[in-house]
């Protein structure tokens, strides 16, 4: 795996790239992936915690990264047509290693079970609204100021942030993201042993436009997750 340096430095090239529209060309179709191509397998697989035949989708993002705040809604609107085959479950990159503190925002939200209601509000938060989540400090004040303006207690979530559970999370996603071989922002990885992302995408596909690479990168992924599913 890269190191979360060279990591940041894999990231920004991806939004350069997705923003000058400029790729290499090659035969390969994002309708029929193919394996070191469209997604890689990885080498060790990973358990996965979908219940019964359900294909386990799991996102790394980043807060920050304007490439996960664009393909954002078009995550969203595909995780709601693959319906009951997926389960869709995210884990934040800790780009500034283990006391990142947007990973650790993410945790503490997961941990009062208030991600996946509230995640586009944060994507808002710094993307729009450009509110500094970038320090535990600014992180804390924000919330106890303004957390139930988005649903967020203030002191459940103070409470959550300090547990032994999220704290030893934080500590532990380095190996996560050594486990997954995540190398950019945004990937996915399909099932525990399928990964694939825009940036692995657009190396091997000419798209007129970012929203035509996002939309490649979850047709590849749409495949592997027929893939899985028929293992199951």
């Not at 219940?51 to 993002?61: D, L, M, P």
Request: glycine fraction near 6%; aromatic fraction near 8%.
């Amino acid at each position: 795996m890269r190191s979360l340096h060279s990591l940041r430095f894999a990231a920004a090239g991806l939004c350069l790239l997705a923003g000058s529209a400029v790729f290499h060309t090659t035969s390969a179709s994002p309708s029929n992936p193919a394996n070191g191509i469209d997604y890689i397998t990885l080498a060790q697989p990973q358990a996965t915690q979908a219940a019964g035949k359900k294909v386990e989708v799991i996102e790394f993002f980043m807060y920050h990264c304007p490439v996960c705040n664009a393909l954002e809604p078009q995550l969203e609107a595909w995780a709601k047509q693959e319906g009951e085959r997926i389960q869709l479950r995210r884990i934040h990159i800790p780009l500034r290693g283990a006391s990142d503190p947007e990973a650790h925002l993410y945790l503490a939200l997961e941990a009062m079970g208030k991600p996946d209601a509230i995640h586009g509000q944060i994507f808002d938060l710094v993307h729009k609204q450009h509110v500094n989540l970038h320090e535990d400090g600014a992180i804390l004040d924000w919330m106890g100021k303004n957390g139930a303006s988005i649903g967020v207690d203030p002191a459940k979530f103070q409470e959550a942030w300090n547990t032994f559970g999220v704290q030893t999370r934080l500590r532990q996603l380095g190996k996560v993201m050594a486990s997954y071989q995540v190398e950019s922002a945004p990937t996915l990885v399909i099932d525990g042993r399928y990964q694939t992302s825009p940036a692995t995408v657009s190396a091997h596909f000419n798209p007129p436009d970012r929203n035509d690479l996002f939309k490649a990168t979850l047709e590849v992924a749409d495949g592997l997750v027929t893939k899985a599913a028929q293992a199951k």
